[in-house]
Nanobody, 120 residues
């Protein structure tokens, strides 16, 4: 059974850091990753791990995604946060998308989301 649950969101000032975690049960062989949705914007892919690791241009160099397969847990380390990073962050999983196709696709499995707020 697939179940995803995020934690670690919160409020931080610009330039600060947050670490999100997602317990992603049943996803050991899936591509997993993160999306976010900012107010008034469409949901966008942030990062994914599958055959390799990919990042959105807007977060590359600031965000680092990792995966602990033994614990079925994903992490998103977010550094040098900007107000534009504010939004609801969702972890997701899919058994057919690759890390590269993650950015044009829509995964089948989603968590409920965790809010990240970055103030200037």
């Amino acid at each position: 059974q697939i179940h995803l649950e995020e934690s670690g969101g919160g409020s931080v000032q610009a330039g600060g850091s947050l670490r999100l975690a997602c317990v992603a049960s049943g996803t050991k062989y899936a591509t997993v990753g993160w999306f976010r949705q900012s107010p008034g914007k469409d949901r966008e892919a942030v990062a994914a791990i599958g055959d390799d690791t990919r990042y959105a241009d807007s977060v590359r160099g600031r965000f680092t995604m990792s995966r602990d397969r033994a614990k079925d847990t994903l992490y998103l380390e977010m550094n040098n946060l900007e107000p534009e990073d504010t939004g609801m962050y969702y972890c997701a999983a899919d058994f057919y998308l690759s890390a590269s196709s993650w950015f044009g696709g829509r995964p089948d499995y989603w968590g409920q989301g965790t809010q990240v707020t970055v103030s200037s």
